[in-house]
């Protein structure tokens, strides 16, 4: 938490047009890697006595995994477990995926609605890209409800941020660290 | 590796996970290695009780209690034997071995070159963060000689073990490095190491944030190698030998026949039973 969380480049998918198959297949990898990520990162905390922001992480999981299920109720075969070489996202990883580096022990709420919302964000800019490439009428009217969707996402971390406004700099001084060599 | 199974429903990478919570400190890059190896595990569809996963002692050796495979956490240094063991009684499982860099290259030292020269058909993840964490901060055998600390003030000033040169000269048959930072490419070079015949070693530089704040900058340093995995030794030397430490992908891939005797059984397990007891 030491530096503001990455953005996530802003690099064109390598001559990807989705077939409907393949898209949902990165919907579905986008929802449960969220969801799965969610969860670890709520593990973390709840290991070290964030109780506050692993509830945060916890429901975060819980939305992702809805969504992920919607996806597969959608087409079965979006579950498929596929190379990671298959995937064509905007970054190196899918676009709702927290990097676990970036987390500390004694983040607190506003950090982790700002990485999430780093991770919505992302994912408004990766169904946008498909909307504004894609040559198939099908996954057009898909990502362009996902991008509405992930906009309301947005809209909605952006309500429960402003209730957590940023901690003063000190917030990750610990009076007891875990480092006895400093 | 094992047969990939055919299932009804596909394994995921969270059903390779136990549920026992890791205990490293968040942020620590071992979580990304776990993701990775469940993820490449998911991408091979191996069934979990196909699988092995051993290790030696260390924080980043807890991870076979973080998976639902078999496990073993074994003896400081002695994964790699314990691993060799394994698939050497067990042919039909695809073993993974792994552990940190104090665990694999100083106390484990010694079998990590036997390992790499025996060939068996196993992959060795070496979660790399230059420092004993779960001892608080001592300097590991890949540890910089200018890393100053409270514990080696100045440094140590000796030179770090290069262990994928080591793993080359010693006949390893598959090399790679990846970055916790990037837990998909790192689960395609686990991927990758379980398919490929015989020793397999995948380093993955794992951030210590805890002892070693300074390595969230990997992220600015890691990049891809700039030319593919080679199958020629003499070649892989001198890019090995050369290059930055921060080079990521697979940068040697030979073709040695792995090494797999063949036993008969001599006794059964209710013989050897009576034997033990008499």
């Known amino acids: ?182 | 590796m094992n047969t990939a199974v055919a299932p009804a429903t596909y394994f995921q990478a969270r059903d390779y996970k136990s549920e026992v919570k890791p205990v490293w400190c968040p942020g620590c890059g071992d979580f990304s290695v776990l993701m990775a190896i469940t993820k490449a595990f998911a991408e091979l569809q191996l069934a979990p009780e196909k699988t092995a996963v051993i290790s030696g002692i260390g924080c980043s050796s807890r991870i076979p209690a973080y998976t639902n495979c078999y496990g073993f956490h074994g003896v400081h240094g002695r994964a790699l034997a314990l691993g060799t063991g394994v698939k050497i009684a067990r042919p039909d499982l695809t073993v993974v071995v792994a552990g940190g860099d104090g665990d694999g290259f100083s106390i484990g030292g010694n079998h990590f070159l036997h390992a790499c020269r025996r060939n068996v058909d196993m992959t060795y993840v070496v979660m790399d963060n230059r420092v004993y964490g779960m001892t608080k901060g001592q300097p590991s055998p890949t540890t910089e000689p200018d890393w100053d600390s409270a514990l080696t003030p100045g440094g140590t000033g000796l030179r770090p073990f290069n262990p994928l040169v080591i793993a080359l000269a010693s006949g390893a048959n598959f090399i790679a490095r990846g970055f916790a930072g990037d837990p998909n490419a790192c689960a395609s070079l686990i991927a990758e190491g379980v398919r490929h015949p015989g020793f397999s070693f995948v380093e993955i530089l794992s951030p210590c944030v805890t002892f070693r704040p300074d390595q969230r900058d990997w992220k600015s340093a890691v990049h891809p190698a700039p030319v593919k995995a080679t199958d020629d030794a003499a070649r892989a030397a001198k890019r090995l030998m050369t290059d930055d430490g921060f080079n990521t992908g697979v940068l040697y891939a030979g073709s040695r026949a792995p090494f797999q005797p063949s036993f008969s059984t001599t006794k059964t397990v209710a013989e050897l039973e009576e034997a033990f007891a008499s």
Not at chain 1, 45 to 63: D, K, P, Q, S, Y
Not at chain 1, 92 to 115: C, G, N, Q, R, S
């Open chain 1, 1 to 182: 938490m030491s530096k503001e969380p990455r953005k996530a480049p802003r690099r064109a998918p390598r001559g990807v047009n989705f077939t409907p198959a393949e898209f949902h297949a990165h919907v579905f990898a986008m929802e449960s890697d969220a969801a799965h990520r969610y969860d670890d990162l709520a593990d973390q905390m709840e290991t070290h006595n964030n109780r506050e922001v692993a509830g945060l992480f916890r429901r975060m999981a819980e939305i992702e995994r809805k969504h992920a299920d919607h996806a597969t109720k959608a087409d079965p075969d979006a579950a498929r477990p596929r190379p990671a070489t298959q995937f064509h996202w905007l970054g190196a990883e899918a676009p709702e995926a927290i990097d676990p580096l970036d987390l500390h022990y004694m983040m607190t709420p506003h950090h982790a609605l700002t990485l999430a919302l780093r991770c919505e964000e992302n994912a408004v800019a990766f169904f946008e890209h498909v909307l504004e490439t894609t040559k198939d009428a099908v996954v057009r009217e898909h990502a362009k409800h996902l991008v509405e969707e992930e906009r309301e996402h947005v809209q909605l971390i952006r309500k429960w941020l402003a209730r957590y406004p940023k901690p003063q700099d000190g917030w990750d001084e610990d009076p007891d660290p875990p480092v006895y060599s400093e």
